[in-house]
């Protein structure tokens, strides 16, 4: 796509070209109207006092930061921001920890097994999470298949409790999002000459070194980018802690269905949307600001 | 070696539990513990699914929502991926990356501040709604898809056109477009795909009139767990890979029309 492709149609200077913008405006108008201004109204409903009578959603003509306020301020909050930034870093941990090793193998496996593998992780995108989910809670369950190999095999006395914990959390939500870091540093290592590493290896590098110096340090700004979006998508989880967790271990997106549908207090359901999204926001800034000083430092 | 038997138990991972829940829709069983001590195959939850209206109700609103979805996500996506992949403007990574954040908004975040538009508008409780909150994620994919599909196209075939006499409309239609069909088939397959299992945002704007399949299925999921759930999910992995195999069947035609 160089500029002096025959693709780009070019004006002279000074002159704006309305054919793209005209292209474009479909896709802009619904972003504008479907996804900024609900973003916007998300913003104001949050200020609005909650509704005090049967029929209405917010207090008309209201308003306060007194929903900020409690968010901010009240324990329970503050306990649910550290579980739901708890179990953000956990999954993100465990999706990078079964991601990258993953993705490395995808680069050299030959055509059959790639396909193979590429399958394995794609089918599950290609359904219903809730399946896989259910499928889980079987599989986890006390009298599921992976205790009844166990207890039969008399490894274990008792069922081991892999249910309705920490732990079945942890497995779900890796499980939904494991595919994203998997395809983004699939595809980077994609773009790395193998034969880069034969010279790393030529010059005398253990297999592992060779690994290190080239395509893992090539890769570097995917893999952050890769656990940015993970830990984005992990601070959001909101199926695997209700269908395998427990109450206790609920995150902030939880609360923010539990807001709206059952306290029928959408202005602090809203709140809560509302910083969620600034977090990430940060987050977001922060990576950025990061891979700009490791590309830096690698010299690009 | 070990390489490999890490690859084989990760896929073990990320594919027994869909392959245990098909297992359950057909297993002759009434409850979840299952020991398989009966051993019977039988259809009797799927057909417990197709005689539950409310079931068969939810499947009717998820296929009416997957196919609002679809055109509407493909005609933004696919006159956005012409402007970005045919001309420079300023402003360029910009737009690109407004585009695609959508993809990187919690779910949640998308379902309430939906449910909050929708509802101050009146749009709430429509197929519609949920049909234009889907569209939210499934346009960046499908921009993305033709994005691909664009560049890999040789404009050059395009100007030949056009110094052949096609006027640049023609020429768009007559040479690109047909190459477009492969980029086309895989944009609808991932927009329907996408709204027919998104289930967070459908969450949020569902009433009880425009509960889909995925809505219906998550209650039953969360309290009351039958093996009806698992047949119920079956019929959505089904739909996926019968629509999977239309979409490879089209593009295999599409090489027999243009060899």
Redesign the interface.
Known sequence: MAAASPTFRQLGPGRVDPRPWLLLSPCLATLGLFFVVPLAWLVRLSLYERATGPGGFYLADTLTVEHYGRVLTDPYFNRLAFATARLGLIVTVAAMALAYPLAAYLWRAGPGLKGATLLAVLLPKFTNLLVAMYGLLVLLANAGPINLVLLASGLIREPLPMFANLFAVVVGETLIIAPYPILIIATALHGVDSQLVDAARGMGAGPLRAFFEVPFKLTLPSVLLAALVSLIWALGAFTAPVVLGNPELYPAAVEVYTQTFEDVNWPLGATLAVVNSLFVLVLVLAAYLLQRRIERGLGR | MI??L??LL??T?????????LL?SVADSNT????FSTGYLSLRWYREFFADPRWLAGLWNSLQIASITVP?AL???T??A?????????GRAL?GA??L??L???????G??????H??IGLWGTPLSIA??H??WA?PLV?TVMRASL?SID??LE?AACGLGASPLRAFVLVTAPQMLPGFVTAIFFAF?IS??E??MA??LATPRTQT??TL??PQ??YN?TPV??AA?GV??LI?VGV?LVASRLMDLRKMLTS
């Open positions: 390489h490999h890490f690859a990760a896929a991972y990320l594919l027994a539990p869909l392959l245990f829940c359950v979840l513990d299952l020991s509407l005609v933004s996506g006159t956005a012409v402007a970005f992949e045919r001309w420079r403007f300023r737009v407004a585009i954040t959508p990187f908004v919690p779910p949640v975040v998308l309430i501040q939906s449910l909050a538009f509802q101050r234009i909150a569209s939210l346009t921009f560049a404009p050059l100007a795909v027919l299992n289930f967070i969450l949020f399949l995925p299925i998550w999921v969360r767990v759930v698992a999910s959505t992995i996926t999977l």
